[in-house]
């Protein structure tokens, strides 16, 4: 709602480099725009326990049909 939602309009997702690839998929699933993504890296130790987290994120989101890949 705080944005023209036109195709014309160009969304950036600044996050996370392992939690990117969702937010980039929830966004173009439910904005009518062009979406791209700006990841901050992560601590190397902790990246592990990121990409599980956001295995089992992705998986309920595609169950729920909340993410769109394009």
Do not use: W
Not at 26 to 32: D, P
Not at 42 to 69: C, I, K, W
Request: proline share 3%; hydrophobic share 45%.
């Amino acid at each position: 709602k705080l944005l023209e939602n036109t195709p014309d309009t160009t969304v950036l997702i600044v996050s996370n480099d392992f939690h990117c690839f969702r937010a980039s998929g929830i966004a173009r699933r439910h904005l009518n725009t062009q979406v791209g993504h700006l990841s901050a890296d992560s601590v190397f130790f902790l990246l592990p326990h990121y990409m599980v987290r956001e295995f089992v994120g992705v998986t309920l989101d595609l169950l729920q049909g909340n993410l769109a890949f394009s």
